[in-house]
Structures are given as C-alpha cells and as structure tokens.
Nanobody, 121 residues
Framework: QVQLVESGGGLVQAGGSLRLSCAAS????????MGWYRQAPGKQRELVAA???????NYADSVKGRFTISRDNAKNTVYLQMNSLKPEDTAVYYC???????????????WGQGTQVTVSS
C-alpha cells in the first residue's frame, strides 16, 4: 500500500500564498504521476496540477501563472506553491499518485486524506 500525507493547508487572505506538501510512503516501486486535486463544497473534484516523474507538468486553466507544482523524486514528495490566492481557490486539496508496488504490479491510484485551504476576501 501507499500512504500519502499532506500538509500545509490553512487560512490565508486573498492575494496571499500557501505551500502544500505531500509525502508518499510504503512499499513503493515507482510513482509515475503525482498531483493535486481540489473539491469545493457542492462541486466535483477537479484536477489542479500534476507532474510526471520526468518533470512534465499540467495545470488547470484557473491556476496557470499562479500555482507551481514541483517534485522531489528521491523523497517521493510533491509540492504545490500557491500564490495570488483567490477566494474561489477555497477547497479541500487532495494529493494523488499513480504508483506501482512491484515490477509486475499494475499502476494504481492513491489519494491523501485532504487538507483544507481557505482564502478569505
């Protein structure tokens, strides 16, 4: 199994910054993609940003230019630097990883427990 532990959420004023971290642990053979999703009350969970083991990045249009995703492959950790935060960024942010546990294992999706980000106006 893979455990994803997030940290760094909190309350911030509009225009402020937060940095989320997510560390993966367990009997991990490889992690292909790591990323962040978010879910606001009454809305579907949506992709915020993702990064492959090779460093390719993908961002939601709503966060381009404000958020930066990065990754430390040696530590199996992914980060999300969030700048110029807006009230509409308020949501529970979930860490996500596509990982395998052995050479012959299928790639599976794993989720963190979520961390609350609240942006006040």
């Amino acid at each position: 199994q893979v455990q994803l532990v997030e940290s760094g959420g909190g309350l911030v004023q509009a225009g402020g910054s937060l940095r989320l971290s997510c560390a993966a642990s367990g009997s991990i053979f490889s992690i292909n993609v790591m990323g962040w999703y978010r879910q606001a009350p009454g809305k579907q969970r949506e992709l915020v940003a993702a990064i492959t083991s090779g460093g390719s990045r993908n961002y939601a249009d709503s966060v381009k230019g404000r958020f930066t995703i990065s990754r430390d492959n040696a530590k199996n950790t992914v980060y999300l630097q969030m700048n110029s935060l807006k009230p509409e960024d308020t949501a529970v942010y979930y860490c996500h990883a596509m990982a395998t546990l052995s050479y012959s294992d299928n790639t599976r999706a794993y989720w963190g427990q979520g961390t609350q980000v609240t942006v006040s106006s």
